[in-house]
């Protein structure tokens, strides 16, 4: 199985990307059948974004651990933290994913001013580098899982994971900043 993900490394990166944004678009439109969505309490689904931003603070420490484990050259520790944060990601989108497909986007409460000049352009932001991270992360995650650590360095590795990493460390906080401007900020 490594072996033909090697092999076809492009095509595996654009269909987890296609399917990953499918997702997320179906979730957001709401286009998912109830049948398909487990039953939520309220309390749970309103715990969620705080829950998420948790997430996404953590990831950006194990993003940053593993950025400096690397470059300590401690392969193994990157490896790990780096597939800490993919972890984190994963349970940050599939809550994101749950809460959306049940309650829809959650709009912004505060002033208009505000709203068109601050709030859409760092959600604008935050969701262009979302979505560019989507294949960077695992095209990169690919190569680290189907590569020996030695061969890495003669692969797009090293360069897109550097990439990768500051987009997605620059996405969570952006994240982090529209949570704090809709739920935690007195507007």
């Given at each position: 199985?490594?072996?033909?993900?090697?092999?076809?490394?492009?095509?595996?990166?654009?269909?987890?990307?296609?399917?990953?944004?499918?997702?997320?678009?179906?979730?957001?439109?709401?286009?998912?059948?109830?049948?398909?969505?487990?039953?939520?309490?309220?309390?749970?689904?309103?715990?969620?974004?705080?829950?998420?931003?948790?997430?996404?603070?953590?990831?950006?420490?194990?993003?940053?651990?593993?950025?400096?484990?690397?470059?300590?050259?401690?392969?193994?520790?990157?490896?790990?933290?780096?597939?800490?944060?993919?972890?984190?990601?994963?349970?940050?989108?599939?809550?994101?994913?749950?809460?959306?497909?049940?309650?829809?986007?959650?709009?912004?409460?505060?002033?208009?001013?505000?709203?068109?000049?601050v709030y859409y352009p760092i959600l604008g932001v935050h969701m262009l580098l979302a979505i560019v991270c989507i294949p960077l992360v695992y095209?990169?995650?690919?190569?680290?899982?189907?590569?020996?650590?030695?061969?890495?360095?003669?692969?797009?590795?090293?360069?897109?994971?550097?990439?990768?990493?500051?987009?997605?460390?620059?996405?969570?906080?952006?994240?982090i900043v529209v949570y704090l401007m809709l739920y935690v900020l007195p507007l």
């Amino acid at each position: 199985m490594q072996t033909t993900i090697r092999r076809r490394l492009p095509l595996v990166t654009g269909l987890l990307t296609v399917v990953s944004l499918v997702a997320v678009v179906a979730a957001v439109r709401q286009a998912i059948p109830d049948a398909l969505l487990p039953p939520v309490p309220h309390s749970i689904l309103a715990a969620i974004p705080h829950l998420n931003a948790l997430l996404s603070a953590a990831a950006i420490v194990t993003i940053i651990a593993g950025w400096r484990s690397i470059q300590a050259d401690d392969v193994d520790r990157h490896r790990r933290l780096m597939l800490t944060s993919l972890g984190l990601f994963l349970g940050f989108l599939a809550l994101y994913l749950l809460r959306v497909a049940i309650e829809g986007p959650t709009s912004f409460g505060g002033p208009e001013w505000l709203k068109l000049w601050v709030y859409y352009p760092i959600l604008g932001v935050h969701m262009l580098l979302a979505i560019v991270c989507i294949p960077l992360v695992y095209h990169v995650l690919l190569l680290g899982l189907t590569h020996a650590p030695a061969e890495l360095s003669e692969t797009l590795h090293p360069r897109l994971g550097r990439i990768a990493a500051t987009l997605w460390l620059i996405s969570f906080s952006l994240g982090i900043v529209v949570y704090l401007m809709l739920y935690v900020l007195p507007l």
